[in-house]
């Protein structure tokens, strides 16, 4: 059984005076124990919104959040407010994208460590602290005593997001969200924090979920990766699988606009024509098509269904990538 | 020898500039938001001229029966011996500023004002932030109906001149004290502080570290005291300084114009300045101008003083 069992979710945005924005179109997807999946799509494909709407952190107000998301033996979508509160942080970790802003600016850093866990496993205040400081040790920030009387602008940038994944993980949640958790830090230490996670995740068996628009990253993490589009996969398969012969005209034009030093072409680099604005509704056809190379008459006219592939990953399009024929 | 002594000072000096800019990392590990805003404050000419005058109006204030050399309400023989409608004894010998129109020594209820001014500043606005920031936090907390309510009420009450309002405060009480004066004041900075903080809690509830503490499953009650509460603070903490002056003001505006403690004895500066510096204007014109002027130095003091903490505690300012 899955441990985190997305099914149909969506998300509706529903302002006044405005027409209602579907930012999540019907999302499915699983996440085993101890398996790591990664959400990859570019700006407004509605990643971010899923993880919020996964950890029930949307506003009550003006948004419609429809759908199932088990987690276990739950549907976390019907828990009430209470339930879902003890739940988050203690089985259920997150890592936001930037780490200065994610702490709070007027507490050291010990007593949020130690927030956590006071929270969830009743410690007291010494015990907690205590804990925290091994904690600090375990995701490598040095001297960790001295950090814990320390306040967040006193601390580098990677120090920060050693910190925060420190917090997410301090109760041993068994599934970990983290919200594009390298794009605010140099490229240096974004395969520092990547490193840990990976070390992190895999000894304590923590699954986890990559919210991310970096392909580098997913090759580096993800054992599965579901590509989002217009707020719909659009294609799911095996990261070897997605990176040898991605499917999807979208998924391709992706890896093609990664720039690559093992392929002299000497020429300009491919890119993907348009914005993400650039799209029809689902329910007229596929939102990619107006952006699509291999466009057709099957893309216009009614949704393009999600298709399971012979390698156990999934398809949103009528016109895929051709395969190539083994020799 | 002399090129090598020339290398050794050369050396000397740099080792000096390492050790001190050491001292100054060591100096900054470790530091709270006030501490280092205390820091800056202490650099800054402007904050300091503020600090020293209050100071010293403490100090007076505090240690009135030490400093001042008679008491203020005993009237004098030897000064009420020459005291008419035309002239009133200026400075003698135990009476350095002279007299006030009832004889008694003019000094002495200069220095007591002070401390009568301390205290009606000090609990107008402790009232005053008190209830501001118990409606603001409510407000920004709760949102909802409860927050409409709130910030329309601050809203009529801002809509009338701040004095206005206390006069009108004064006028409903039956028999005006120095109690009357000191809620009416406090009463008319409520509103600016439950704004003031509501403002910088909603900011907060959307921050990324409020998001982060509800990913963490952190009680409502905590996410607001500890997360939300302590990082709206500084603007009011400024806010409070700045009052005081306001404060001072309007205490002083209401002294002056008979709407505060009838009473005689009391040494008040806005009382002094409203009625016989006033009404002796042509013959003693210290006693309309000593008042005036220790009114203006204390609220110049805590304005001084709270603008440059606006500035030191501006987390933009921060490094």
Known sequence: ?327 | MSGIGGISTLADHKRRRIEELTARTSEAGGVSLIRDAGRRLLRNPTAMVGAIIILLFLIIAIFAPLVAPHDPVQRFPELTKDLTVDSIPGATAGHPLGSDPLGRDFASRMIYGARQTLFVGVLATFIGLLFGVVLGAIAGAVGGWLDVLIMRLTDVMLALPSLLLAITLVALASRSTQWTVIIAVAVVNVPIFARLLRGSMLAQRESDHVLAARALGVRRRDIVLRHMLPNSLTAVIVQATLTFAVAILDAAALSFLGLGDPDINRAEWGLMLGVDGVRYFEVRPELAYLPALAIIFVALGFTLLGESMREALDPKNRR
């Open chain 1, 1 to 327: 059984m899955p441990l985190l069992d997305v099914r149909d979710l969506s998300v509706v945005f529903q302002r006044k005076g405005a027409k209602p924005f579907t930012a999540v179109d019907g999302v499915n997807f699983t996440v085993e124990p101890g398996q790591t999946v990664g959400l990859v799509g570019e700006s407004g494909c509605g990643k971010s919104v899923t993880s919020l709407a996964i950890m029930g952190l949307l506003p009550r107000r003006g948004n419609k959040v429809s759908g199932e998301v088990r987690f276990e033996d739950t549907d976390l979508l019907k828990l009430r407010p209470q339930e879902l509160r003890d739940r988050r942080g203690r089985d259920i970790g997150m890592i936001f994208q930037d780490p200065l802003s994610s702490l709070n600016p007027v507490l050291p850093l010990g007593l949020q460590v130690a927030e956590v866990l006071e929270r969830h496993q009743g410690r007291t205040r010494q015990a907690a602290l205590r804990e925290a400081r091994n904690l600090l040790d375990a995701v490598g920030i040095p001297d960790p005593t001295r950090r814990l009387k320390e306040f967040p602008h006193q601390l580098s940038g990677g120090m920060r997001q050693r910190a925060l994944i420190a917090i997410a993980l301090a109760c041993k949640p068994r599934l970990l969200i983290a919200d594009e958790p390298t794009t605010a830090l140099d490229v240096t230490i974004q395969a520092q924090i990547l490193t840990l996670l990976k070390q992190l995740v895999e000894e304590s068996g923590t699954a986890l979920v990559m919210i991310t628009h970096d392909l580098g990253v997913v090759a580096g993490l993800c054992d599965t990766v579901n590509v989002l589009y217009a707020g719909k996969v659009v294609e799911r398969a095996e990261r070897h699988d997605l990176f040898a012969e991605p499917r999807h005209p979208y998924t391709h034009g992706l890896l093609q606009s990664v720039p690559r030093l093992d392929v002299d072409r000497g020429g300009r680099l491919h890119q993907i024509r348009g914005s993400v604005s650039d799209n029809i509704p689902w329910p007229e056809g596929c939102a990619f098509a107006p952006r699509c190379d291999r466009v057709n008459d099957a893309c216009i006219g009614e949704t393009v269904p999600l298709e399971p592939t012979f390698r156990g990953g999934a398809l949103r399009c009528t016109n895929p990538v051709p395969q190539e024929v083994p020799a």
